[in-house]
């Protein structure tokens, strides 16, 4: 497979533990945010999304979390599992031009 | 539903040659993206598109041409290939509002060597 991630900062967790992946975004006009996850050899996949009106979201087993303040994003992993295993990326959505810039990524390595 | 569909998936290119790499989607999405990602780093936006007949400018977008006559296709050229151009190429859609819950869909890329 490709080498994603090769270069990327990497988050070794236990199987079973909270992952925090964080993110920190550079433009005050992004209106929406999604963090994504991607795996060797195939194409990001969308985990979940939030407004820049929302300080908090969701999902199945995901919580992601918006500061304004400081442009922070973070994406929360519950009870991690060895699938989890990828690069995780954010990306944010420029207000006005409607793309899509993404972060730089993190690789999550989850042990038994 | 298919998606979003990218051909070719492998591609060698020598320098100078040129060459279309095609994205189709079939979700009726209006905003359509072509990324560059190169080993070991994240995605670069080169173009993107808010509908048939508007395209404009990314990040990366020198040496890369686009166009959207349709809803559906959105090809990207290369016009002529050169060694920094080896990447993984993606291409994504997504509904034009912002609906909650709707990011990017992705194709599963086209691996471009230019030698």
């Known amino acids: 497979g490709e080498s994603v991630g090769l270069h990327l900062p990497t988050l070794s967790v236990q199987e079973g533990d909270n992952s925090i992946i964080n993110c920190a975004y550079s433009?005050?006009?992004?209106?929406?945010f999604i963090w994504y996850k991607q795996e060797s050899g195939k194409g990001p996949q969308f985990i979940i999304d939030i407004r820049s009106n929302m300080d908090k979201r969701q999902g199945q087993r995901v919580t992601v979390l918006l500061n304004k303040t400081v442009k922070h994003l973070s994406l929360q992993i519950a009870a991690t599992q060895p699938g989890d295993s990828a690069v995780y990326f954010c990306a944010e959505n420029i207000r006005g031009y409607n793309k899509l810039i993404f972060g730089a990524g993190t690789r999550l390595a989850v042990h038994p | 539903n298919a998606g979003v569909t990218q051909t070719p998936k492998f591609q060698v290119l020598k320098t100078g040659q040129s060459m279309t790499l095609q994205c189709a989607q079939d979700m009726n999405h209006e905003y359509m993206s072509w990324y560059r990602q190169d080993p070991g780093m994240g995605l670069r936006l080169i173009h993107y598109s808010v509908g048939a007949g508007i395209t404009d400018q990314g990040e990366v977008p020198n040496g890369y041409n686009v166009s959207r006559s349709t809803t559906e296709d959105f090809p990207l050229r290369l016009l002529s290939a050169a060694p920094s151009q080896t990447s993984v190429y993606f291409c994504?859609?997504?509904?034009?509002?912002?609906?909650?819950?709707?990011?990017?869909?992705f194709g599963s890329g086209t691996r471009l060597t230019v030698v």
């Open positions: 994504a859609s997504r509904p034009g509002q912002k609906t909650i819950g709707y990011g990017y869909t």
């Open positions: 433009n005050s006009a992004s209106d929406y």
